[in-house]
């Protein structure tokens, strides 16, 4: 088969597409004829070696796949081959072929197309949980959005409208912006041309009572500043580059609260929440709730483009690898 690797270290000019051998299911496994894989950003850490998991080399990045169930392992008797399924396996997705625990392939229903299903958990199951879990958003609440029309933060904003709340959206550019604005956001603030305080303070009044942060990097602390009482920041990432440092009397001034978001720790920590998450996620998008935005696709053969794209933070909405 063929596969995109990470031979050595580094940025995604130094992957190679390969041909290597097809693995085979084991025990309580199955193997996926991978018809897409979302790109996340993630996989720009993990080629890096910059990511909290560090696999051997050489391995496939790619965390999220969807395709068709090839062949079964020993002991699976709930998935059989021809089943259209997706999962998340941290790593293998920009292959043709991908082996996965059984229990981390979710069947899909009829109506979910593939390609859909290959960009959809990560940005959305991240975005549910922190919104829901961490946050624990209201209706009527306003929440600002950082980094607003990448995979995770377009995904806050939509289902911040679908959650009641009114949903501030804050991005690099009017492009940005105004598909933020096709995905409910009520208001925007380019921050790339206006003070964020300032945009924050027009758009929030007396600030936002929750904001998602996917950026860090320079805008984590003017944001905080700006928060509104008994505001909740939610720690998605740090795609600007830097991690920040907060000045902590901000928070006790504010009487708000600084809220770690680690998506994959909390789905093998409370899987049945999870679980939970993802049937809710999969009912919005059957009722029309929620419209994934597939920004580009890319060839295998192209894939390392997809992760540079992705590290160049040219990404609107979701960017998915074709095999």
């Given at each position: 088969m063929k596969a995109l690797l990470c031979v050595e270290h580094g940025p995604p000019e130094k992957l190679v597409v390969r041909e290597v051998p097809t693995p085979e299911p084991g025990k309580g496994e199955v193997r996926i004829r991978v018809a897409a894989a979302g790109v996340n950003f993630p996989d720009v850490l993990i080629i890096q070696n910059l990511y909290q998991f560090k696999p051997p080399l050489p391995f496939s990045p790619g965390g999220e796949a969807a395709g068709t169930v090839d062949a079964v392992g020993e002991g699976v008797t709930h998935l059989k081959p021809g089943d259209?399924?997706?999962a998340m396996t941290g790593t293998g997705g920009f292959a043709e072929y991908l082996v996965a625990?059984?229990?981390?392939?979710?069947?899909?229903?009829?109506s979910m197309p593939l390609d859909i299903a290959a960009?959809?958990?990560?940005?959305?199951?991240?975005s549910h949980h922190a919104l829901k879990q961490r946050a624990n958003i209201q209706p009527g609440e306003t929440l600002l959005v950082l980094g607003a029309a990448g995979g995770v933060g377009l995904a806050a904003v939509e289902l911040g409208k679908v959650m009641g709340a009114r949903v501030v959206a804050a991005a690099s550019s009017d492009e940005k912006l105004a598909l933020c604005r096709e995905y409910g956001a009520d208001e925007t603030i380019n921050y790339s041309v206006e003070d964020l305080r300032e945009g924050i303070k027009r758009t929030c009044g007396a600030g936002p009572d929750v904001i998602y942060d996917p950026v860090g990097d320079k805008f984590a602390e003017p944001a905080f500043r700006s928060i509104g009482w008994n505001g909740r920041y939610l720690v998605v990432g740090f795609a600007g580059g830097e991690i920040p440092k907060l000045p902590l009397n901000l928070a006790l001034i504010k009487g708000a609260s600084i809220v770690g978001v680690f998506w994959g720790a909390f789905t093998m920590r409370e899987p049945k929440v999870h679980a939970a998450n993802m049937a809710e996620l999969i009912q919005w998008l059957g009722e029309g709730k929620l419209h994934p935005h597939i920004s580009r696709r890319f060839s295998l053969d192209d894939g390392a483009e997809a992760i540079r794209w992705m590290m160049d933070r040219k990404a609107m909405g979701k960017v998915l690898i074709e095999a």
């Open positions: 259209r399924v997706l625990e059984a229990s981390k392939a979710v069947p899909l229903p009829d960009g959809f958990t990560m940005t959305y199951a991240t």
